[in-house]
Nanobody, 122 residues
Framework: QVQLVESGGGLVQAGGSLRLSCAASGRTFSSYAMAWFRQAPGKEREFVAVIIGSGDSTSSADSVKGRFTISRDNAKNTVHLQMNSLKPEDTAVYYC???????????????WGQGTQVTVSS
């Protein structure tokens, strides 16, 4: 069982930056792929970025490539999402997820956080 708690969301102007964090419980954190997804009002939840358990490989959605960076610290059981050059269309609830597969598919993730709101004003 893994419990995930996100933090770091908030209101920021377009062009600004935020850093999201996700703290995980449990002693097997490094065995999980960790991902960020987001859901905007009236839209389906979508993939943002994923990092493999060792941290050696990452992948991100085209819409955030070059602006968002996912990273993890296995010693601290945390994963981060550094978001730069934010745009109003990045406004959404951002969710942290843990799963056994390095995947962009939300259905492969068994554990989810409660979400943190990110609002980007124009």
């Amino acid at each position: 069982q893994v419990q995930l708690v996100e933090s770091g969301g908030g209101l920021v102007q377009a062009g600004g930056s935020l850093r999201l964090s996700c703290a995980a419980s449990g002693r097997t954190f490094s065995s999980y792929a960790m991902a960020w997804f987001r859901q905007a009002p009236g839209k389906e939840r979508e993939f943002v970025a994923v990092i493999i358990g060792s941290g050696d490989s990452t992948s991100s959605a085209d819409s955030v490539k070059g602006r968002f960076t996912i990273s993890r610290d296995n010693a601290k059981n945390t994963v981060h999402l550094q978001m730069n050059s934010l745009k109003p269309e990045d406004t959404a609830v951002y969710y942290c997820a843990a799963g056994g597969a390095y995947s962009r598919n939300q259905w492969t993730y068994a554990y989810w956080g409660q979400g943190t709101q990110v609002t980007v004003s124009s």
